[in-house]
């Protein structure tokens, strides 16, 4: 079996949980996209932004950054900002360790930028930026 595929079995359920922020003062909205059913208005941005995020998380465990991880579940919470720059990542939960962290959050700040958002979407979420919740899942 190929590196990737053992990480498939091994490593693989990220699920991708965005909150809308249509006010700076906080989320409002009580939607919720769990990865395998990201619909809202923003469907292919959220789609683009999850399999990247997810690519680069892959390409780093397979180029191997640490000898065994463990199990447990890792979530970033970060601003996606209209010109798709990522800034005020923090780490909500880590149930695995420093260096499993440091492996999430460089798949997430090394997939930026992504697009500029369309007029519609900056229109609709009225700030200009998003927090996004992300969780990282490592299994055996």
Same mark, same amino acid.
């Given at each position: 079996? @190929?590196?990737?595929?053992?990480?498939?079995?091994?490593? +693989?359920? +990220?699920? &991708? #949980?965005?909150? !809308?922020?249509?006010?700076?003062?906080?989320?409002?909205?009580?939607?919720?996209?769990? =990865?395998? /059913? %990201?619909?809202?208005?923003?469907?292919?941005?959220?789609?683009? !932004?999850?399999? @990247? %995020?997810?690519? *680069?998380?892959?390409? &780093? &465990?397979?180029?191997? /950054?640490?000898? =065994?991880? /463990?199990?447990?579940? #890792? +979530? !970033?919470?970060?601003? &996606?900002? $209209?010109?798709?720059?990522? @800034?005020?990542?923090?780490? !909500?939960?880590?149930? +695995?360790?420093?260096? =499993?962290?440091?492996?999430?959050?460089?798949?997430?700040?090394?997939?930026?930028?992504?697009? *500029?958002?369309? /007029?519609?979407?900056?229109?609709?979420?009225?700030?200009?930026?998003?927090?996004?919740?992300?969780?990282?899942?490592? $299994?055996?």
């Amino acid at each position: 079996m @190929t590196k990737s595929i053992l990480h498939a079995y091994n490593c +693989v359920v +990220v699920s &991708l #949980i965005i909150c !809308l922020l249509p006010m700076v003062s906080g989320c409002v909205s009580g939607e919720v996209y769990p =990865q395998e /059913k %990201i619909n809202g208005p923003f469907k292919s941005y959220d789609t683009v !932004l999850r399999n @990247t %995020i997810m690519q *680069r998380w892959h390409s &780093l &465990l397979d180029r191997g /950054k640490f000898a =065994q991880h /463990k199990i447990g579940k #890792i +979530v !970033l919470q970060f601003h &996606l900002n $209209y010109d798709g720059s990522i @800034t005020d990542i923090k780490v !909500l939960e880590d149930g +695995v360790g420093d260096e =499993q962290v440091a492996i999430c959050q460089e798949a997430v700040y090394s997939s930026a930028p992504f697009s *500029r958002w369309p /007029k519609d979407m900056i229109r609709m979420v009225g700030a200009n930026y998003r927090v996004i919740t992300y969780t990282f899942n490592y $299994y055996k």
